[in-house]
C-alpha cells in the first residue's frame, strides 16, 4: 500500500481565478436568483454565461492554440466552488468536462473543429448513462453501414442536454468504447425528453436517438482508461461544487442559530444543535484539502493512481458531507426548514442530485477499495 | 538561516547515519508490550527499560542536539534533530519517555532560565537521570488552569506549598514538577495570582497515590503537597506571571517555537497497521481484505486520514481557509484524537472473537496492543480539554455561536 501522496499546490493561476471567481459569483448569484431561474426553462441566465466567455472560462482548461487559456481543468477547481457557494444555477460543469474530454481525446482536426466555438461560448455536456447504473459499462452501439455509422439507442440523464450545443455520447463499436460529437441539430427536438429532477436548480434530459448518422470525423475512439478519467474528473468537478454547497449550507444554519431564539435562548447556544453544526463544518473541511489535492496532482494525460484515489476520496467525502449539511439544515429549522421559502429546500435537494451524479459515496469507496486493497 | 551552513549533501549524511545507527541499536522486543506514550508507564521494568534506550540515544548523540553543548547538548541546528526524529519515526523505534524535560522544562528553561539553572537541569533531562512531571491540572478542575487552588505561600526565602494536582504523569517517579501554584490569592483576574515552579518532588510533604487506568495500568498519580518547602530560586519569572510562562511551554509542545529536544513521544496509530491486523482475520468465512463492509469501513477510515494529513498541508495557504479562518488549527485536536479513538476501536472489531481477549492473554492479536490502545485512546478525548470542549471552542471561535 503506497498512497501517500500529500500534495497541495495552489498556483499563481488559480489563486488569480479564486479571487475573480468569488468575486463574480457573489455579483451574480444567490439563492434568490437561483429561485427566480427554477421557473426558467434552460435553467440559467445567458447573460451570465456570455459573461463567463467574456471572461475566458469557457476554455480555461483548453490550450491557448485553440483559443483556451491553457490552465488546465484545476484552474477551473475554485470556479466551480465559488459556483456552489452562490447556488450558481449554469451549465458550466458540464461544459467544463465536454471541452476537457475533446481536449484529451479529440485528434487533430476534432480538435479545430470543435474546441474554438466551446471556447468561444457554444456549450458542451457529456451523455453517460445507458441505465441508472454510473459504474456500468457503455451500452449504446454505434453500427457500421456502408461508409458511415448508425446510432440508435437512449441515453439517460444527460445533464444540461437542453442547454447543449454539443453533446459527446458515450457508445461502443465491436464493444469497444467510442465517444461520439454530435451537435445538437442534428436532433430532432422530440428527440430530447426533460426529466423532473429533485434539484430544480438543475436540468437534465433523456435523448432517444433513431438511425442517426454519425461520419467517423465524429468519433472519437477511447479506452477503458479514458472513460474512467473523464468520469473521475467529473466527479472532481461535483466535489468541489459540493465543498462549495456545503459552505453555504453551513453559513445558512450558522445565520438560524444565532438569531432564533427558544426557551429564551438562542438555539445555537444548545450543544444539541451546536456540535452537530462543528460536525458539518469538520466534513466540509476534509472535503476541501481532499478536493484541493487531487486539484494538485490531476494530468493532463492518464490519470494516475495517486490520482484516481484522489478524485474518488473527493466525490466519497464531499457528497457524504454534503448529505450530512443539506439534512442537518432542513432539521435544524425546525418548522420553518419543512417548507419551500426556506432555503434548506435548496441545499436539501442538491444534496440528494449530486449524490448520485457520477456515483454515490459507496461506489467510489468500493472503487478505492480495489485499487488499494486487491 | 542557520541551516544554510549545512549543504544537501551533509544533511543527507547525517540522514544515513542515524538510519544506519537505529537498525543497528534499535532495541530488542523486550517481551512485554511497550508504551505508545510516556502516560503509560505504569511499572519500573518498563520505566527502566525506556530509560536506558533515551541514554543510549543521547549519548550517542541523537538526542537534544540543538541544545547547547555546554549542557549536554550540541548547539547544532534544529534541522538535525528534526532528521533524527523523522529517522526514529520511520523505524517505530520505542518513545524517548522524559517528555515534560525534554518538550516543556528543558525549553522554558534554555530560554529564560539562569546559567545555574541550565546546568542543574538539562543534562540530567537529556540523560533521562532526572524525570519530570507536570503539575497544572487540579481535583475537581479539569482543564480549568484558572480555578487553580494550590497554593504557594512565601517565608523568606522559601514557599510553602499546600494542595494537590492530578493527571501527574510518572508523579511517582519524578525528580522535579513544574508547578502552577496560586502566590496571590487577591487578584482581579484569577490567572494573575498564578506562578511557576521547578519544585522538587523527593521533599518531606511531598506525596503521590498512583491512578489507575482504564486499561488496569498504572501512569498517573494525584500529588499531594502538605506544608512542603521548596527554596524561593525555584520560582520561575516574576511571581504571579505563572500563567503567561504555562502558556509559553504550549509554545513549545505544539512546535510553534522550537526548542524541544526532540526524540519521539508518541506512536502513532495508522489505518496501514489495521489493514495488517485485517489481513490476518476472517470475516464470514473470506479474509476481512475481501469482506465488503470491512473493506468499506477501511476506506472511510482512509479517507478520514488522508484528509487529516492534507489539512495540515491546505492549512498553510490562507487562500485555502478564507471561508472559515482558523478552522483547521482550532479543530485539528478534536478531529485527530477522534479519528483515533474510531480507528483503534475498528481495529478491534476486525479481530472477530479475537477482540474480546485482553493483554495478558497468550494468543490476543499483537498481545493485546489494539485493546490497549483503544482504552488509553480516551486520555487524548479527555485530556486537555474533551472532545465535546473542543467542539464548543470551534463552534464558537470559528463559526461564532453563542455560549451556552
Known amino acids: 500500500m503506497e498512497f501517500n501522496n500529500l500534495k497541495i499546490d495552489f498556483t499563481e493561476e488559480q489563486s488569480m481565478v479564486n479571487a475573480s471567481a468569488k468575486e463574480f459569483c457573489a455579483d451574480n448569484s444567490d439563492t434568490k436568483r437561483a429561485r427566480e431561474l427554477i421557473d426558467s426553462e434552460l435553467g440559467f441566465d445567458t447573460d451570465t454565461w456570455d459573461e463567463i466567455t467574456q471572461l475566458g472560462w469557457t476554455g480555461i482548461n483548453i490550450d491557448d492554440q485553440y483559443g483556451g487559456m491553457s490552465f488546465g481543468i484545476s484552474a477551473a477547481i475554485p470556479i466551480v466552488e465559488h459556483m456552489g457557494n452562490t447556488m450558481m444555477s449554469i451549465p458550466y460543469p458540464s461544459h467544463l468536462l465536454a471541452s476537457e474530454l475533446i481536449g484529451r481525446l479529440g485528434d487533430q482536426s476534432q480538435k479545430s473543429q470543435w474546441l474554438p466555438p466551446l471556447c468561444d461560448g457554444k456549450r458542451g455536456t457529456v451523455a453517460f448513462l445507458d441505465n441508472e447504473d454510473w459504474g456500468s459499462e457503455p451500452q449504446l452501439k454505434l453500427i457500421k453501414k456502408n461508409d458511415h455509422y448508425l446510432m440508435t439507442g437512449e441515453k439517460l440523464l444527460v445533464s444540461d442536454a437542453l442547454s447543449a450545443d454539443i453533446i459527446i455520447v458515450l457508445a461502443t463499436i465491436d464493444t469497444h468504447p467510442v465517444f461520439v460529437i454530435v451537435e445538437s441539430h442534428m436532433l430532432k427536438p422530440q428527440d430530447l425528453h426533460p426529466r423532473t429532477l429533485i434539484d430544480e436548480t438543475k436540468r437534465a434530459a433523456d435523448i432517444s436517438l433513431q438511425n442517426i448518422i454519425i461520419e467517423e470525423t465524429q468519433i472519437m475512439h477511447a479506452s477503458h482508461e479514458i472513460v474512467r478519467d473523464i468520469k473521475l474528473l467529473g466527479s472532481l468537478l461535483m466535489a468541489a461544487e459540493s465543498v462549495g454547497v456545503i459552505s453555504i449550507t453551513l453559513k445558512t444554519i450558522v445565520d438560524y442559530l444565532t438569531t432564533r431564539k427558544q426557551f429564551g435562548k438562542l438555539i445555537g447556544s444548545y450543544q444539541s444543535l451546536k456540535h452537530p453544526t462543528v460536525e458539518i463544518l469538520l466534513e466540509m473541511d476534509s472535503a476541501k484539502s481532499l478536493v484541493y489535492h487531487a486539484a494538485s496532482i490531476i494530468e493532463s494525460g492518464t490519470l494516475s493512481i495517486d490520482s484516481q484515489i484522489a478524485c474518488h476520496m473527493s466525490k466519497a467525502k464531499a457528497s457524504d458531507a454534503l448529505s450530512f449539511a443539506g439534512d442537518r439544515a432542513v432539521q435544524f429549522h425546525g418548522g420553518m426548514g419543512f417548507t419551500y421559502d426556506c432555503d434548506a429546500m435548496l441545499f436539501i435537494r442538491r444534496a440528494q442530485w449530486a449524490n448520485q451524479q457520477f456515483g454515490d459515496p459507496q461506489y467510489h469507496r468500493n472503487q478505492l477499495a480495489k485499487l488499494i486493497f486487491d | 538561516m542557520h541551516n544554510n551552513k549545512h549543504s544537501k549533501t551533509e544533511l543527507s549524511l547525517f540522514r544515513k547515519k542515524v538510519s544506519e545507527w537505529l537498525r543497528i541499536n534499535k532495541p530488542k522486543d523486550p517481551g512485554f508490550l ?34 547547547p553543548s555546554e549542557f549536554g547538548g550540541q548547539g547544532l541546528p534544529p534541522i538535525f534533530q528534526k532528521i533524527a526524529d523523522e529517522e526514529m519515526k520511520k523505524q517505530k523505534v520505542p518513545i524517548c519517555f522524559n517528555v515534560i524535560g525534554l518538550g516543556w522544562a528543558g525549553p522554558l528553561i534554555i530560554d529564560i532560565g539562569t546559567e545555574e539553572e541550565k546546568r542543574k537541569y538539562l543534562k540530567g533531562i537529556l540523560s533521562g537521570d532526572d524525570i519530570w512531571c507536570q503539575g497544572f491540572s487540579e481535583p475537581n478542575h479539569g482543564s480549568d488552569l484558572g480555578s487553580i487552588q494550590t497554593k504557594a505561600e512565601r517565608s523568606q526565602d522559601s514557599y510553602i506549598v499546600n494542595g494537590s494536582k492530578i493527571w501527574t504523569t510518572m508523579g511517582n517517579f519524578a525528580k522535579y514538577m513544574i508547578l502552577l501554584a496560586r502566590t496571590n490569592n487577591d487578584s482581579d483576574r484569577r490567572y494573575d495570582g498564578l506562578s511557576f515552579f521547578l519544585a522538587p518532588m523527593k521533599i518531606p510533604g511531598v ?189 464558537e471561535h470559528v463559526l461564532g455561536l453563542p455560549k451556552d
Not at chain 2, 221 to 235: G, Y
Not at chain 2, 301 to 330: H, V, W
Request: glycine share 10%.
Open chain 2, 207 to 395: 506525596s503521590t497515590s498512583p491512578i489507575r487506568k482504564i486499561t488496569g495500568d498504572y501512569g498517573f498519580t494525584e500529588t499531594f503537597f502538605t506544608d512542603a518547602k521548596i527554596p524561593a530560586s525555584t520560582l520561575m519569572g516574576e511571581e504571579g506571571h505563572g500563567w503567561s510562562l504555562a502558556m509559553k511551554l504550549l509554545q513549545y509542545e505544539r512546535g510553534a517555537e522550537a526548542g524541544a529536544a526532540g526524540g519521539i513521544s508518541i506512536i502513532p496509530t495508522t489505518v496501514e497497521d489495521v489493514v495488517e491486523v485485517a489481513k490476518t482475520t476472517k470475516k464470514d468465512g473470506i479474509s476481512s481484505l475481501k469482506d465488503p463492509i470491512t473493506r468499506d469501513e477501511l476506506i472511510k477510515l482512509l479517507i478520514d486520514q488522508k484528509a487529516i494529513y492534507l489539512g495540515e498541508r491546505r492549512a498553510t495557504f490562507n487562500e485555502l481557509c478564507m471561508d472559515f479562518p482558523n478552522s483547521l488549527p482550532l479543530s485539528s485536536k478534536l478531529r485527530m484524537t477522534e479519528f483515533s479513538r474510531r480507528l483503534r476501536q475498528y481495529a478491534l472489531t476486525v479481530q472477530g472473537a479475537a477482540a474480546a481477549v485482553y493483554v495478558g492473554d497468550k494468543k490476543a492479536i499483537q498481545s493485546g496492543f489494539w485493546q490497549r490502545a483503544y482504552l488509553n485512546n480516551f486520555s487524548t478525548t479527555i485530556g486537555g480539554g474533551t472532545s465535546q470542549i473542543q467542539a464548543n471552542i470551534v463552534g
Open chain 2, 34 to 67: 511497550l508504551p505508545q506514550t510516556f502516560m503509560e508507564i505504569g511499572s519500573e521494568q518498563v520505566l527502566n527499560f525506556l530509560r536506558e534506550w533515551q541514554f543510549k540515544l543521547w549519548s550517542s548523540g541523537f538526542l537534544g542536539m540543538s541544545w
